[in-house]
């Protein structure tokens, strides 16, 4: 069992930074990955990057070389950095997290998600 609490969302400028911040707890032998998504008004909820616990880290195109991911495992929490915000970054920022609950035993939780709204 893992809760998510996302942090770090709210308003700011086109060109801009903000940083996400995603805290696990709860009951599990470990996290395997985290990732965070987003989903904007009328579309799908699309990855924007994950890492794995390990390292390993996957960008969506749209925010290659503008935001950063990474996580600090001992704490069990993750943070997007995002610079150079555009107006199409505005959307409900999700984390996930894929994690190992027993020997056999692994499941995908999501957070309750943060706004995050860029304006011109």
């Known amino acids: 069992q893992v809760q998510l609490v996302e942090s770090g969302g709210g308003l700011v400028q086109a060109g801009g930074s903000l940083r996400l911040s995603c805290a696990a707890s709860?009951?599990?032998?470990?996290?395997?990955?985290m990732g965070w998504y987003r989903q904007a008004p009328g579309k799908q909820r699309d990855l924007v990057a994950d890492i794995t616990s390990g390292g390993r880290i996957n960008y969506a195109d749209s925010v290659k070389g503008r935001f950063t991911i990474s996580r600090d495992n001992a704490k069990n929490t993750m943070y997007l950095q995002m610079n150079s915000l555009k107006l199409e970054d505005t959307a409900v920022y999700f984390c996930?997290?894929?994690?190992?609950?027993?020997?056999?035993?692994?499941?995908?939780?999501w957070g309750q998600g943060t706004q995050v709204t860029v304006s011109s």
């Open positions: 709860g009951s599990f032998i470990s996290i395997n990955a």
């Open positions: 996930n997290a894929f994690a190992r609950l027993s020997a056999y035993t692994y499941e995908t939780y």
